[in-house]
Nanobody
């Protein structure tokens, strides 16, 4: 089955950390960009970070720069989002998707081929 599965969400206090995983099965990252975006209740979807499988270029929305780190493990076909110093404003459902191409700012892909169902991140103040 071809899919992307997010995991690693949970409840954390402000200032804490979480590491999200985006695992691909049934396909390889190849030349895809892998993008994380989030959506909180009543808010618009927001691109958080993107990594290019080709050259490892990384992109972040300004609000997470210096706190979040995106990385890729091609051997495991998994992309990670390390989130440190979490703030209540980071609370949302986080999704990953595979498509073309990563941009600055972290805009939606021109074409998305795969996406996951999301993982909930809750940050208590």
């Amino acid at each position: 089955e071809v899919q992307l599965v997010e995991s690693g969400g949970g409840l954390v206090q402000a200032g804490g950390s979480l590491r999200l995983s985006c695992a691909a099965s049934g396909f390889t990252f190849g030349s895809y960009g892998i993008r994380w975006f989030r959506q909180a209740p009543g808010k618009e979807r927001e691109g958080v970070s993107c990594i290019s499988s080709n050259d490892g270029s990384r992109y972040y929305v300004d609000s997470v720069k210096g706190r979040f780190t995106i990385s890729i493990d091609k051997a495991r076909n998994t992309v990670y989002l390390q989130m440190n110093n979490l703030e209540p404003e980071d609370a949302a459902v986080y999704y990953c998707e595979a498509g073309y191409y990563c941009t600055i700012p972290v805009l939606p892909f021109e074409r998305t081929d795969y996406w996951g169902r999301g993982t909930q991140v809750t940050v208590s103040s």
